[in-house]
Each structure stands twice: as structure tokens, then as C-alpha cells.
């Protein structure tokens, strides 16, 4: 349940469903069977060539330079082809939304950053991992901290003199990764196993977030309620009232 939450938080929009699928191809239990261990260039690169694969990434998948991902992760994808040819002979091609899809939000570079961000529980299981950052870390910043996946350092993404490379998961999808996922996970996950503290904390802690990202529903209802500039919403909790409110008292979905 976790792991595809998670993974359907880094489809945003466009791409929840065919994370989804992803995610049912590629189980979690598989994912942590002990099959990354097989490839030649340890953990890391087997999880990128599990994932790139069972999301049916060839090359043609990939939209020309400047369009979508870097040259760098379009030779990765070359790469993979080569090397797992098995991985990529599976049925029913994922049905990707490419078209509009900004470059930093490309789900080729949204799987990279899953990998980042799963590799460090494969062995002792995501919830378990999840839980532990929950109880060590109290404050929202350190626990977001957490969540993102940063691209340099693992050899994708550098970025051109000057400049800064994009995060596989930045700051702003970190944020709405806790806020959506996590925090409702281990709010419920307490009040179903009594683990009061659990409860607490995950409540603790959606009181602590600050604004996430603006939406189009966010938008149209500051736009429709509040005055220009009004200080009301100030944090993701008043945020997701204005989205309550879009989808129960105007029967919207979003």
C-alpha cells in the first residue's frame, strides 16, 4: 500500500495510473527478492535497469534532446536495452503520458528518483525504513530532507557550468510525498495497532507543513473565497481544506 502510494505521488498528474501499473508489474516484493543483486554494477544500477524496464523506456520511448530527459539518461536508456534485454521483453507497454509533460517532471526521471529513494530499504522493508525516519526525525524539514533525491552523485543529470542540475525528487514533490502519503499512512497504521505515539507524531508533523505548491483547484478557490492577498492559508493543512471543499461541497474532482 505504501509502495504504491509512493509511486503514484511521483506520476503527478498526468502519470498517476501508469505508475500505478508500474507498480504492478514491478511488486514490491520482487523489487526486494534479492534479484538486484544479480547485475554487475550492484544494487543501484539493477534497480534503475528493473524499473527502466518494466516501464518499457526504449529508446523510442524518449523524446528528442531538449524535449524531455538529458542525453545523459537517454544513453542510459540505450545502455539498459543491452544489458537487461529480458527485462524489457514484457507485455502491455505502460501507456506513459509524454506529451506536455514538463522535462523535470519526465516519469523516466521520476523512476530514477524512486530508486534513490527505495534502494535504502530493500532489506529491512519500506514501512519499516519509513517508520524509523518518523520516529528519529521531528521536524518536517529534516524528515522532507529525506524524501527527495538529489540527481548529482550517481552519475545522471550533472548539470552545465553554472548551473544547478534538477533533483530526481525536489523539495516541492518531497513535501507533497509526506504530506499525501507518508503522514496519512502512520496516522492511520497507529490508530489500527494502538501505537499512540505514531498517531501523534504523524499529526505533529502535518501541523508543522508549510504551503505546498500551488494547483489550479488551490488557485480557484483562494480566487473564489478569500480576498486578493487574504493571510488565511498559510500552511499544506488549509491548503487541503480548499481541495476538501472543491471536491465535497462542489462535487469537483482533481
Given at each position: 500500500?505504501?509502495?504504491?502510494?509512493?509511486l503514484?505521488?511521483?506520476?503527478?498528474?498526468?502519470?498517476?495510473?501508469?505508475f500505478?501499473?508500474?507498480a504492478?508489474l514491478l511488486?514490491w516484493?520482487?523489487?526486494?527478492?534479492?534479484?538486484?543483486?544479480?547485475?554487475?554494477?550492484?544494487?543501484?544500477?539493477?534497480?534503475?535497469?528493473?524499473?527502466?524496464?518494466?516501464g518499457?523506456?526504449?529508446?523510442s520511448?524518449?523524446?528528442?534532446?531538449?524535449?524531455g530527459?538529458?542525453?545523459?539518461l537517454?544513453?542510459?536508456?540505450?545502455?539498459?536495452?543491452?544489458?537487461?534485454?529480458?527485462a524489457?521483453?514484457?507485455?502491455?507497454?505502460?501507456?506513459?503520458?509524454?506529451?506536455?509533460v514538463?522535462?523535470e517532471?519526465?516519469?523516466?526521471?521520476?523512476?530514477?528518483?524512486?530508486?534513490v529513494?527505495?534502494?535504502?530499504?530493500?532489506?529491512?522493508?519500506?514501512?519499516?525504513?519509513?517508520?524509523?525516519?518518523l520516529?528519529e526525525?521531528?521536524g518536517?524539514?529534516?524528515l522532507?530532507?529525506?524524501?527527495?533525491?538529489?540527481?548529482?552523485?550517481?552519475?545522471?543529470?550533472?548539470p552545465?557550468?553554472?548551473?544547478?542540475?534538477?533533483?530526481?525528487?525536489?523539495?516541492?514533490?518531497?513535501?507533497?510525498?509526506?504530506?499525501?502519503?507518508?503522514?496519512?499512512?502512520?496516522h492511520?497504521?497507529?490508530?489500527?495497532?494502538?501505537?499512540?505515539?505514531?498517531?501523534?507524531?504523524?499529526?505533529?508533523i502535518h501541523?508543522?507543513?508549510p504551503?505546498l505548491?500551488?494547483?489550479?483547484?488551490?488557485?480557484e478557490?483562494r480566487?473564489?473565497?478569500?480576498?486578493?492577498?487574504n493571510?488565511l492559508?498559510?500552511?499544506?493543512?488549509?491548503?487541503q481544506?480548499?481541495?476538501?471543499?472543491?471536491r465535497?461541497?462542489?462535487?469537483?474532482?482533481?
Open positions: 500500500m505504501l509502495y504504491e502510494s509512493l503514484k505521488a511521483l506520476g503527478y498528474s498526468q502519470n498517476q495510473e501508469p500505478l501499473a508500474l504492478s511488486p516484493q520482487a523489487l526486494a527478492s534479492g534479484g538486484h543483486r544479480r547485475a554487475p554494477r550492484g544494487p543501484k544500477g539493477a534497480l534503475r535497469g528493473a524499473a527502466s524496464g518494466k518499457r523506456f526504449l529508446p520511448d524518449i523524446p528528442e534532446k531538449g524535449s530527459p538529458s542525453g545523459d537517454q544513453e542510459h536508456v540505450r545502455r539498459l536495452a543491452d544489458r537487461w534485454p529480458e524489457l521483453q514484457q507485455p502491455a507497454p505502460i501507456p506513459w503520458v509524454l506529451f506536455r514538463r522535462p517532471n519526465h516519469p523516466l526521471r521520476r523512476l530514477l528518483g524512486a530508486a529513494l527505495l534502494l535504502p530499504h530493500l532489506e529491512h522493508g519500506l514501512a519499516t525504513g519509513m517508520q524509523a525516519l520516529q526525525e521531528r518536517c524539514a529534516r522532507t530532507k529525506h524524501l527527495r533525491a538529489p540527481a548529482p552523485g550517481i552519475g545522471y543529470g550533472e552545465r557550468q553554472g548551473q544547478r542540475a534538477p533533483a530526481f525528487i525536489g523539495e516541492g514533490r518531497a513535501k507533497d510525498i509526506l504530506v499525501n502519503v507518508l503522514l496519512p499512512f502512520f492511520a497504521k497507529g490508530g489500527i495497532t494502538g501505537a499512540a505515539w505514531m498517531e501523534a507524531r504523524a499529526l505533529e501541523h508543522q507543513m504551503l505548491q500551488e494547483n489550479a483547484i488551490t488557485r478557490m480566487r473564489q473565497l478569500l480576498p486578493a492577498d493571510p492559508v498559510l500552511g499544506a493543512r488549509r491548503q481544506g480548499l481541495i476538501h471543499l472543491y465535497t461541497v462542489f462535487g469537483r474532482q482533481g
